[in-house]
T-cell receptor
Framework: DSGVTQTPKHLITATGQRVTLRCSPR?????VYWYQQSLDQGLQFLIQ???????AKGNILERFSAQQFPDLHSELNLSSLELGDSALYFC?????????????FGPGTRLTVT | AQKITQTQPGMFVQEKEAVTLDCTYD???????LFWYKQPSSGEMIFLIY??????QNATEGRYSLNFQKARKSANLVISASQLGDSAMYFC??????????????FGQGTTLQVKP
């Protein structure tokens, strides 16, 4: 158990809908990352927050947004869902913003868009 | 730009034998870290080992060791005494650690390892 929790574990929804994925980092970790794992794109970095502030953006679509709250949990919002958004979405956390700080991954949320 | 290449889509190893999973990288960052993660069929990503580019010695964590060859830009994972539970997908990843870098990891395509009894 990495100490990172993600809910829900599975999510099935229809095209055009909006969903929210939730992540709670390990106790004491200030940095939260979101990654997407799909068959065609592999594992891709989406976005990073550190202590409530956005720190880095990767290949995140405009239909996607995220935020980190004062209690350090984070949410990833996916809207106007398309079939291609079906993927495993991971949240990871680390103590520091960068450097060699290890990133610990949550169990992931498997999103299926039908 | 950073890039990780894992050229072995799939590997087989006999139980109790050692296996090497290849990883090559490309980066313009003078300082960087290299990481290996394991993803079993259940889907979670498990951190295994990491190496800083400035480390003189190769990293080891139990049965895992990282064969770091900076001149060749390779960071191969060696698993000794393979166990059936080692069957999984393995990902090599990296990130720059100098100023101006964030914590984002760049991942390779992964290598599926199957351990035969």
């Amino acid at each position: 158990d990495s100490g990172v929790t993600q809910t829900p574990k599975h999510l099935i929804t229809a095209t055009g809908q909006r969903v929210t994925l939730r992540c709670s980092p390990r106790s004491g970790d200030l940095s939260v990352y979101w990654y997407q794992q799909s068959l065609d794109q592999g594992l891709q970095f989406l976005i990073q927050y550190y202590n409530g502030e956005e720190r880095a953006k990767g290949n995140i679509l405009e239909r996607f947004s995220a935020q980190q709250f004062p209690d350090l949990h984070s949410e990833l919002n996916l809207s106007s869902l398309e079939l291609g958004d079906s993927a495993l979405y991971f949240c990871a956390s680390s103590a520091q913003e960068a450097g060699l700080s290890k990133q610990y991954f949550g169990p992931g949320t498997r999103l299926t868009v039908t | 730009a950073q890039k990780i290449t894992q050229t072995q889509p799939g590997m087989f190893v006999q139980e109790k034998e050692a296996v090497t999973l290849d990883c090559t990288y490309d980066t313009s960052d003078p300082s960087y870290g290299l990481f290996w993660y394991k993803q079993p069929s259940s889907g979670e990503m498990i951190f295994l080992i990491y190496q800083g580019s400035y480390d003189q010695q190769n990293a080891t964590e139990g049965r895992y060791s990282l064969n770091f060859q900076k001149a060749r830009k390779s960071a191969n994972l060696v698993i000794s005494a393979s166990q059936l539970g080692d069957s999984a997908m393995y990902f090599c990843a990296m990130r720059g650690i100098g100023s101006g870098n964030t914590g984002k990891l760049i991942f390779g395509q992964g290598t599926t390892l199957q351990v035969k009894p």
